[in-house]
Nanobody, 122 residues
Framework: QVQLVESGGGLVQAGGSLRLSCAVSGSFFSINAMGWYRQAPGKQRELVAV???????TYVDSVKGRFTISRDNDKSTVYLQMNSLKPEDTAVYYC????????????????WGQGTQVTVSS
């Protein structure tokens, strides 16, 4: 019954900004890691950014300096702030979570959001 609900996608001009949100709902013990993936037509799904429970963040090279991933633990929500958007950022963005539903570590599973479209016009 764990669900990841995304919001914040849309159509923007090159150079603009968007902030994506992903809220975790349902019953869970802990969120061990959250990340954002994206998939453009005809391309493989790629990891864009990830943040661990320890706060460590990583980014794909193409978004470094432009995108920022962050967490709000009280709201069980992860954000992706996207600045200086480029047409090549156009894709469906998916939220991903490594979520533990019980105190045992083996209860950790992978969960996906429904995807949100980001379109950047030139």
């Amino acid at each position: 019954q764990v669900q990841l609900v995304e919001s914040g996608g849309g159509l923007v001009q090159a150079g603009g900004s968007l902030r994506l949100s992903c809220a975790v709902s349902g019953s869970f013990f802990s969120i061990n890691a959250m990340g954002w993936y994206r998939q453009a037509p005809g391309k493989q799904r790629e990891l864009v950014a990830v943040v661990t429970s320890a706060g460590t963040t990583t980014y794909v090279d193409s978004v470094k300096g432009r995108f920022t991933i962050s967490r709000d633990n009280d709201k069980s929500t992860v954000y992706l702030q996207m600045n200086s958007l480029k047409p090549e950022d156009t894709a469906v963005y998916y939220c991903n979570g490594r979520i533990q539903t019980r105190w045992k570590s083996l209860s950790e599973g992978t969960y996906w959001g429904q995807g949100t479209q980001v379109t950047v016009s030139s």
